[in-house]
């Protein structure tokens, strides 16, 4: 196992991307984020990788998102605000398919990463549900619009506006995930869905991809920076993002009384 909080292994055409902080259930900063995306582009080029999975360390979390600490900054500056996160669109952009390789918890942006990915591949003990308004995170954009494409507007707007937790099979049934199996057969289905991609045409797959592309192009001029600008242009200085993240931190309710 690697010492970098970040690594990409490559072997027999598959190019695993691991997030690598188990004890923050693999939470990232934005120094993650930028690997992440670096190595992206890395596997997307080399010839001998076919197939791109995204992964976390341990059983406990595939990714729980923004690490809060990393989130709630200091100075009064959240490090969300010097954030240029452009991970998903990488991953939709990328000729190669993408597997999210889930096991554990897959919330926040750590669950939208991976129903960005061409398929989902979950153990049967995973969690999946999203955080933004939970922990005063401004996620917006693309990144939340795309989920009405993979549920349909009421389901997505249960799953962004109420941050509800969904298990395993209840993300199969909504169509989050693509396959459900016991953990200790997780890393052999991803496996399954690899080398059943390999043995196809990769320009075939390049194509197909790109026409599901084609489909998102019209929601992907919007992102979280932008829709900050166009709602709350103040959001980082009113201390709503601040007290969801101490709150957080605290392991207290937030109170968001003030800002309404």
Same mark, same amino acid.
């Given at each position: 196992?690697? @010492?970098?909080?970040?690594?990409? @292994?490559?072997? #027999?055409? !598959?190019?695993?991307?691991?997030?690598?902080?188990?004890?923050?259930?693999?939470?990232?900063?934005?120094?993650?984020?930028?690997?992440?995306?670096?190595? +992206?582009?890395?596997?997307?080029? @080399?010839?001998?990788?076919?197939?791109?999975?995204?992964?976390?360390?341990?059983?406990?979390?595939?990714? !729980?998102?923004?690490?809060?600490?990393?989130?709630?900054?200091?100075?009064?500056?959240?490090?969300?605000? #010097?954030?240029?996160?452009?991970?998903?669109?990488?991953?939709?952009?990328?000729?190669?398919?993408?597997?999210?390789?889930?096991?554990?918890?897959?919330?926040?942006?750590?669950?939208?990463?991976?129903?960005?990915?061409?398929?989902?591949?979950?153990?049967?003990?995973?969690?999946?549900?999203?955080?933004?308004?939970?922990?005063?995170?401004? /996620?917006?954009?693309?990144?939340?619009?795309?989920?009405?494409?993979?549920?349909?507007?009421?389901? /997505? *707007?249960?799953?962004?506006? +109420? %941050? *509800?937790?969904?298990?395993?099979?209840?993300?199969?049934?909504?169509?989050? !995930?693509?396959?459900?199996?016991?953990?200790?057969?997780? #890393?052999?289905?991803?496996?399954?869905?690899? #080398?059943?991609?390999?043995?196809?045409?990769?320009? %075939?797959?390049?194509? !197909?991809?790109?026409?599901?592309?084609?489909?998102?192009?019209?929601?992907?001029?919007?992102?979280?920076?932008?829709?900050?600008?166009?709602? /709350?242009?103040?959001?980082?200085?009113?201390?709503?993002?601040?007290?969801? /993240?101490?709150?957080?931190?605290?392991?207290?309710?937030? @109170?968001?009384?003030?800002?309404?």
């Amino acid at each position: 196992m690697s @010492d970098k909080e970040v690594y990409l @292994d490559v072997k #027999d055409f !598959v190019g695993t991307i691991t997030i690598n902080r188990p004890k923050q259930l693999n939470a990232f900063t934005g120094d993650n984020i930028v690997e992440m995306e670096r190595l +992206l582009a890395e596997a997307a080029a @080399d010839p001998k990788v076919g197939v791109i999975v995204l992964a976390g360390t341990g059983d406990r979390a595939f990714c !729980v998102g923004g690490d809060v600490n990393w989130e709630k900054g200091s100075g009064g500056k959240s490090g969300l605000q #010097d954030l240029d996160f452009k991970f998903n669109r990488l991953i939709v952009e990328c000729p190669k398919p993408v597997i999210a390789r889930v096991s554990g918890y897959a919330i926040g942006a750590g669950h939208h990463i991976a129903y960005f990915c061409d398929f989902t591949i979950a153990a049967d003990h995973s969690i999946f549900g999203q955080n933004g308004p939970r922990v005063g995170s401004p /996620a917006g954009g693309y990144i939340v619009s795309h989920a009405a494409n993979v549920l349909g507007h009421k389901r /997505a *707007r249960e799953l962004w506006m +109420l %941050c *509800r937790r969904y298990t395993a099979q209840q993300a199969l049934e909504w169509g989050l !995930v693509n396959s459900v199996v016991p953990k200790e057969k997780l #890393d052999e289905e991803v496996r399954k869905y690899a #080398d059943e991609l390999l043995s196809l045409s990769p320009t %075939c797959l390049r194509i !197909v991809k790109r026409s599901f592309y084609h489909h998102m192009q019209p929601i992907m001029g919007r992102d979280m920076n932008e829709l900050i600008k166009e709602v /709350a242009p103040n959001y980082f200085q009113t201390g709503e993002q601040q007290e969801g /993240a101490s709150a957080f931190l605290e392991k207290r309710k937030p @109170d968001f009384s003030l800002f309404r």
